[in-house]
C-alpha cells in the first residue's frame, strides 16, 4: 500500500470523508447516517463513490476515534475491491498517524488458503491523505510513522492467523530471521542441542511433546547511542496448546494457534523499532513451543529446572506459557541485564473473565509506569487495565519441594497467580508484564476489523518504547 500527502483531493479514487455527528450531511435523513462512531454512509457523487466515516460527538473524538473510523471505511473499500483510495483527513490532520494505522488495520484479510475464486482480485495499491493547507511535512512524518505501525500490525496478525500447521517454532525463527535481516537487526536461535547445552529447562520440559522441536530466539536492535538505556521485550509464542498432558477440553481448541501471539508482537515491536529509529536499545526475546501430549512430553508432578537455575514443581501442564517465559525472563535477568523488562503473553483465561476480549492486563509494581500504560492504550487503541501485583498471590505460588509452583492455590485470580510465578524470574529489575489472552485475537469481525489475530501489544509497546 502506498501512502502520500496532499493539500487538494485528486481527481481519480474513491473518497473517504470523517463526518462527526454535528457535520451533517445535506439531504440524508438521519435514519440512514447521522455522523455516529463506526457508522458508515456511500454515495456516488460526481462519478466517484464517497464513504462518509462516522466519528460520533465532535467534543469526544480522539486518536482512536479516528483509528476504528479509517479502519471501519477502508475494510468496507477494501471488500469491494478498490484500488485507489482518497482520505480527507481535513481538520484532523494532527491524526494522520491513528489515520494511516486504521486504514492498515481495515484493509487487511487473511486470505493464504482461500481457493483463487473467493480471494480479492484487487487490493488497495495507493491511500492519498489530504490534508488541506497546513504543515505537510509534518503531517507526512505521522502517516510513515503510521505505515511503519501498520505494517508492523498485519506482519504480526498475518503470522497469528497462520495454523499450527505453518507457524511452529522451527517456521517462526525462519520468519525472524528474515526480519531481522530485512531490518538489520541481529537474530540468533537455539535449536534442540544449544537448548540443552545452555539448559533451557523450561522450554525442553513443555517443548518435549512435541515432534516439532523448541526454539529460543533473540533479535537486537542497536541505536548506536552511548548511554542509551537497554529494555527486554519477551514473548510467549506457544504455536499450539492442546494442554499437554492436562489436555484441554475439545471446545475452541482450535483458538489455541493465537498462543504464539506475545512472541509474534516481539517480531512486529522489533521491525517497527528499526524503522523508526529509536533512540534506545531494544533486545526482543522469544520462547517457541509446541505444548503437545505424548510419551516425551513433561507431565504434572514434575520439576523443572529453568534457565537461571531456580526449579518449578508443574502440577498442570497446561499452565506451559509462563514456564517457557522463566527461561526468558532468566535469560535476560542473568545475561542481557537490561534497564527494564516488559513481557507479553496470552497467559491466562483468567484474564480474559476479569477485563473481556478489549483490554489487555497490565501488571507492574511501579504506579507512574501503570498510568503511563493506560494513557498510552487509551492513544495506541491498544487498550489495557490495571491488574495487581502483591505478596498475597506470591504466597500462592510456593511450593514445599520447589523454586514455585505453576498453580495457585485455588482457581481465582489466575491472571494475577501467574504474574507473580513470572515475577520470580525478575528480580529487581523494573517489569511489566501484559496479559494479551483476551485481546490478541477477535473471535468475530468487527466494523475496521476482520476476525482473526488483532496484533496487540504492538503498536502500545511500541509507543511505550519511543517515551521511555
Ligand atoms: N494459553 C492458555 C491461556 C488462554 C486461555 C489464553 C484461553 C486465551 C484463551 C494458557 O496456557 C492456559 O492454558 N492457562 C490456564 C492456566 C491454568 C491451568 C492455571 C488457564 O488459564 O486456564
Ligand atoms: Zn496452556
Ligand atoms: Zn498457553
Same mark, same amino acid.
Given at each position: 500500500m502506498k501512502i502520500s500527502v496532499t493539500d487538494k483531493r485528486p481527481a481519480k479514487g474513491d473518497v473517504i470523508v470523517l463526518t462527526s455527528e454535528e457535520g451533517k450531511l445535506p439531504n440524508v435523513p438521519e435514519a440512514e447516517?447521522?455522523? %455516529? %462512531?463506526l457508522s458508515l454512509y456511500s454515495e456516488h457523487k460526481d462519478g466517484r463513490r464517497v464513504v462518509y466515516a462516522g466519528l460520533g460527538k465532535a467534543g469526544e473524538i480522539k486518536s482512536d476515534t479516528i483509528r476504528k473510523a479509517v479502519g471501519a471505511a477502508v475494510k468496507k473499500l477494501a471488500g469491494l475491491e478498490v484500488a485507489s483510495v482518497v482520505l480527507e483527513l481535513d481538520k484532523y490532520w494532527a491524526e494522520a498517524q491513528a489515520a494511516v494505522e486504521g486504514a492498515y488495520i481495515g484493509a487487511y484479510k487473511y486470505e493464504e488458503f482461500l481457493p483463487e475464486e473467493r480471494r480479492r482480485k484487487i487490493a488497495i495499491k495507493s491511500i492519498t491523505l489530504v490534508a488541506g493547507k497546513t504543515n505537510l511535512a509534518k503531517v507526512r512524518a505521522a502517516a510513515k510513522e503510521g505505515e511503519v505501525l501498520g505494517e508492523a500490525t498485519n506482519l504480526v496478525r498475518k503470522l497469528g492467523d497462520s495454523p499450527g500447521n505453518v507457524i511452529y517454532p522451527e517456521t517462526l525463527a525462519t520468519r525472524a530471521q528474515q526480519v531481522a535481516k530485512a531490518n538489520g537487526l541481529s537474530c540468533k536461535v537455539w535449536t534442540d542441542a544449544a537448548l540443552k547445552k545452555d539448559k533451557f529447562g523450561g522450554l525442553l520440559a513443555v517443548g518435549g511433546g512435541s515432534v516439532r522441536g523448541p526454539r529460543f530466539i533473540e533479535m537486537r536492535y542497536n541505536c548506536r547511542k552511548a548511554k542509551a538505556p537497554t529494555i527486554a521485550v519477551v514473548g510467549k509464542a506457544i504455536t499450539f496448546d492442546t494442554g499437554g498432558i492436562s489436555i484441554k477440553p475439545d471446545s475452541a481448541m482450535d483458538e489455541m494457534k493465537f498462543d504464539k501471539m506475545g512472541g509474534c508482537a516481539v517480531l512486529g515491536i522489533m521491525q517497527a523499532v528499526a524503522k523508526l529509529k529509536l533512540p534506545v536499545n531494544v533486545v526482543g526475546l522469544i520462547s517457541s513451543a509446541e505444548n503437545m501430549p505424548d510419551g516425551a512430553a513433561y507431565r504434572p508432578g514434575d520439576i523443572v529446572t529453568t534457565f537461571d537455575g531456580q526449579t518449578v514443581e508443574v502440577?498442570?501442564?497446561? %499452565?506451559?506459557g509462563r514456564i517457557v517465559l522463566a527461561d526468558a525472563l532468566g535469560y535476560a535477568r542473568t545475561r542481557v541485564k537490561p534497564d527494564y523488562m516488559i513481557d507479553m503473553a496470552t497467559l491466562t483465561g483468567a484474564v480474559v473473565v476479569a477485563l473481556g476480549m478489549d483490554r489487555a492486563g497490565v501488571f507492574t509494581e511501579d504506579e507512574k509506569r501503570r498510568m503511563q500504560w493506560h494513557k498510552l492504550g487509551e492513544q495506541t487503541g491498544d487498550r489495557v487495565w490495571p491488574m495487581p501485583v502483591g505478596d498475597e498471590y506470591d504466597e500462592q505460588v510456593k511450593s514445599d519441594i520447589a523454586t514455585v509452583k505453576n498453580l495457585g492455590n485455588s482457581r481465582w485470580g489466575g491472571a494475577c497467580t501467574a504474574a507473580s510465578f513470572l515475577k520470580t524470574w525478575v528480580g529487581d529489575i523494573p517489569w511489566t508484564h501484559l496479559d494479551i489472552a483476551g485481546t490478541a485475537w477477535a473471535t468475530s469481525a468487527k466494523p475496521y476489523l476482520e476476525k482473526g489475530a488483532t496484533g496487540a501489544a504492538v503498536r502500545l509497546v511500541t509507543a511505550f518504547l519511543k517515551e521511555f
Open positions: 447516517f447521522k455522523g %455516529a %462512531a502440577l498442570n501442564t497446561d %499452565a506451559e
